[in-house]
């Protein structure tokens, strides 16, 4: 039998008995460009180069998102106690007063040698800083092959200039402080002659003094380390003609200041010039 002859036909089905086709929703994606995607797994990819996505298309899943961020607890600055404000107040108020005694320091007048200039109980302020010095030989004899012999003293600010009124320890009884007048420095001549004092055989003029000495002195040649020093009252005043030449080393500071009493000869010491 041959093929045709065994086809049986398949029965049909009624039309009112057909499954409806259901258009099932679809997640369209416009693309400006290239189209539009037709299915939703085609929705969920990335779209392609040069593809701009509408806003519309974009699920809750495509959206980026952020983790929050715990807020940070700002614990309050600590306050400091009122007594640890006291403590520091009066440590702070201790070391300005030793850095203050370390580089100023008053000084009380007693006696009439400083006249016309200075007088019994006036009350200075004195430089102790003006005149540091140091001696630099011991450091250099530190050095292999150097040979330092003497002393070289070196001056951080200068050191004192003929015409400074200075304020140093007794040599004789450092116990008591004295007020002179620098006149003489090492290596230089000394001599008073006829109420003039001479250095190196040249008069100096000093419009400060009270009156001319009436003594004679010298010549002497001021030695090395020390200065020699008078007071403005010539004839009342006892200084490097009676007791010797003053060392460096005993040299406080530098009158800067008259400050007590007020009116005259108060305020900065004047400093004293020399043809």
Known sequence: MSEENNYKPQPTLPQAMESPIVPQPTSEVVVEQYGYRNSAADASAEPMEGQIVSEESQSLDDLPTTSPVPAKAVSPKPHKSFWREVLETVILTILIFFLAQSLIQPFRIQGSSMEPNFHTDQLLMVNKAAYFHFDVNPWLRLIPGV?????SVWWVF????????VVFE??????????????GFPGEKVEVRSGV?????????EPY???ASLSPYGPMVVPE???FVLGDNRNGSSDSRAWGFLPIDRIIGKAMIAYWPLGKGWGIVNEASYN
């Open 209 to 211: 003094i009270k009156e």
């Open 147 to 151: 040979k330092a012999e003497g002393s």
């Open 197 to 205: 004092v001479y250095v190196n055989d040249q008069p100096l003029t």
């Open 170 to 183: 007794y040599p004789r009884d450092p116990s008591q402080d004295y007020i002179k007048r620098v006149i």
């Open 225 to 227: 380390g020390t200065l």
């Open 158 to 165: 200068g050191g004192p200039k003929r015409g400074d009124v």
